[in-house]
T-cell receptor, first 118, second 114 residues
Framework: GAVVSQHPSWVICKSGTSVKIECRSL??????MFWYRQFPKQSLMLMAT?????????EQGVEKDKFLINHASLTLSTLTVTSAHPEDSSFYIC??????????????FGDGTRLSIL | AQSVAQPEDQVNVAEGNPLTVKCTYS??????LFWYVQYPNRGLQFLLK??????LVKGSYGFEAEFNKSQTSFHLKKPSALVSDSALYFC????????????FGAGTRLFVKA
């Protein structure tokens, strides 16, 4: 089945550091990937939709300059949290639709990245 | 606007008993419906989906869900619960008549007691 690999799984860093999270589709091409943020005991909050070769579409309230998304190939999207602060600490999850992104396909998720900013 | 509701924060069931995790939805067009499961510190795993056809959908790990258009529900069920089924379950809906954005419910935590 479709596999999405997310790296790193855990990051602890100092306030002010920029952190890059990678999301790869291992056995399928993903023209569209999704980045979510999940707070403890809460549902997923869609941050942005990443489109290969074009600018990401950010949800209302998400700072595009804070959360930089790059989707340079059909198998890789990256999320960079710039100048991270403690309030950015969270669980970030990426996702991609299988079968080239057909709308009737389920989303396949990475294992998430737990980001802790000290 | 589309929405999905999971009315129960938590469901407790004894091992071997049947389980139901409830989900209701609201979309303007025809829905695509999904169930996912999340284990601690992991991403979501796809369980099953309803796109069209039979209202009873069978998925992974013995789970099934029934699409009820009149009640706008898509409850997740399993005839006999296992302790290993304990996890966080998310219902999701996608409106296939526009936008195609997936909306996730708040999640229901399932506890299966041995």
């Amino acid at each position: 089945g479709a596999v999405v690999s997310q790296h790193p799984s855990w990051v602890i860093c100092k306030s002010g550091t920029s952190v890059k999270i990678e999301c790869r589709s291992l056995d399928f091409q993903a023209t569209t990937m999704f980045w979510y943020r999940q707070f403890p005991k809460q549902s997923l909050m869609l941050m942005a939709t990443s489109n290969e070769g074009s600018k990401a579409t950010y949800e209302q309230g998400v700072e595009k300059d804070k959360f930089l998304i790059n989707h340079a190939s059909l198998t890789l999207s990256t999320l960079t949290v710039t100048s991270a602060h403690p309030e950015d600490s969270s669980f970030y999850i990426c996702s991609a639709r299988g079968n080239g992104g057909a709308t009737n396909q389920p989303q396949h998720f990475g294992d998430g990245t737990r980001l802790s900013i000290l | 606007a589309q929405s999905v509701a999971q009315p129960e924060d938590q469901v407790n069931v004894a091992e071997g008993n049947p389980l139901t995790v409830k989900c209701t939805y609201s979309v303007s067009g025809n829905p695509y419906l999904f169930w996912y499961v999340q284990y601690p510190n992991r991403g979501l795993q796809f369980l099953l989906k309803y796109i069209t056809g039979d209202n009873l959908v069978k998925g992974s790990y013995g789970f099934e869900a029934e699409f009820n258009k009149s009640q706008t529900s898509f409850h997740l069920k399993k005839p006999s619960a296992l302790v290993s089924d304990s996890a966080l379950y998310f219902c999701a809906v996608r409106d296939n008549d526009g936008g195609f954005k997936t909306i996730f419910g708040a999640g229901t935590r399932l506890f299966v007691k041995a």
